[in-house]
């Protein structure tokens, strides 16, 4: 006789996949593994995990569209995972390597960010059914991990000096920046509209391979320059948006 969890939905919907979630673990151990890296001063491989960890996280929920193997558990596992691989990881990081000579301001900008990852998160889980899913509101805790990560693994790529005061002041703003721009209300842009399913024209992957080379043409450089721009679209469209709105605003008071 067939075991009946099969010839159940709800049942099945709510059991644990094995491959978007191997997926999601995964970048939960990059992001140990950056911590555990940068408590060992080898601040360069942390950083590398957290981008890593990236890579992984956006696989897991695309992996999971494509099987059809979404589940509730999968959603909690994975905003647990982007806690400690996104939050925590790059926070302590950046911490380790230049905060922590700031004394009390370093670590309360770590916490900040930490606080803001958290508050992104919950946010994100209660708002995921009313929002547009063309945009992220509020800059998505990769990309914020990304821009902490990317500037620590610039710097130590080209040898900067981590006692130089204005390097750890810069630190300090950036941690800030990324933590209060996770809870803000831009818009960034979210790239869920691209199907990976879909049919696209050869010029794609030319400009894929094209990326890709720029991309390994010197990666901390790369990297850092591309996240400082997605961590500035943001408030671009954000000052796009108000401005369109209050000159419409205008244009209905003048036909008043």
Known sequence: MPNASFRDPERRHRGIYLLPNAFTTAALFAGFYA?????NGRFEAAAIAIFVAMVLDGMDGRVA???NTQSAFGEQYDSLSDMTSFGVAPALVIYEWALNDLGRWGWLAAFVYVAG????LARFNTNIAVIDKRFFQ???SPAAAALVAGFVWLAVDNRLSMT??????????????AGVSMVSNAPFYSGKSFALGRS???WVILVVVAVFVFVSSDPPIVLFGLFVVYGLSGWVAWGWRWNRARRLQMGRRGEG
């Open 117 to 120: 990852a958290a508050l992104r």
């Open 164 to 177: 130089s005061p204005v390097l750890a002041w810069t630190a300090f703003g950036l941690t800030l920046y």
């Open 65 to 67: 569209r494509l099987t």
């Open 35 to 39: 911590v555990v890296q940068a408590m």
């Open 138 to 140: 509020g800059l998505p």
């Open 200 to 202: 696209v024209p050869f």
